[in-house]
């Protein structure tokens, strides 16, 4: 179980896997779509795969693969997961969500800060949705200006470039993502 325990709190979000399995698939390439780059462990293909499995079992993960863990925490398998996308309550569990657009160079740096931390992510490069248009206001609306970047922590609303700036500046960001679990060191 502390195998389990210390491979699941290596990153924000870990999905253990198997390689053949659909739903693992499925479940992988959900979280790479919104952008978070995930650690994947294929219990098939590792040397403890078996006893790893045995101790998701153990955990309630039933069946035991894909078994996805958020800020070290056990969340759940496929059902559990699409659940919480459909009710909406996913990407609030995120710790950092970044909104963007792929041609500005705010927003790549702002990225590219983050990646740098290790922060796993979710990006939305709004101007390659459907509904980014709509996002674009309620960031608005939430004071964001300009729109993009828009970094959310925690599920709250940070800001933008000078924003997270002038948090790093002040030494406040990184205690900030050690409090919403999105950063270890």
Not at 49 to 73: C, D, H, M, W, Y
Not at 101 to 121: P, Q
Not at 134 to 139: D, F, K, P, R
Request: glycine letters at 8%; proline letters at 4%; a negative charge.
């Amino acid at each position: 179980m502390d195998k389990v325990t210390r491979m699941a709190s290596e990153r924000p979000v870990v999905i253990f896997s198997k390689s053949f399995c659909g739903l693992s698939h499925t479940i992988k390439t959900f979280f790479s779509e919104f952008g978070v780059n995930s650690a994947v462990h294929e219990l098939d293909e590792i040397a403890m795969g078996k006893e790893i499995e045995q101790a998701l079992s153990r955990l309630g993960s039933n069946p035991t693969v894909p078994a996805v863990f958020i800020g070290g925490e056990f969340v759940g398998g496929y059902n559990e997961i699409t659940t919480l996308h459909l009710r909406q309550e996913l990407i609030p569990m995120l710790r950092l969500v970044i909104f963007s657009k792929s041609f500005c160079g705010l927003s790549h740096t702002i990225k590219t800060f983050f990646s740098e931390f290790g922060v796993n992510s979710a990006v939305h490069e709004l101007d390659e949705i459907a509904m980014g248009k709509e996002i674009e206001q309620a960031l608005s609306r939430l004071g964001s200006n300009p729109t993009v970047p828009a970094v959310f922590i925690g599920g709250e609303f940070v800001g933008g470039y000078n924003e997270i700036t002038t948090l790093h500046l002040r030494q406040e960001l990184i205690p900030m993502l050690r409090r919403a679990r999105a950063i270890w060191v």
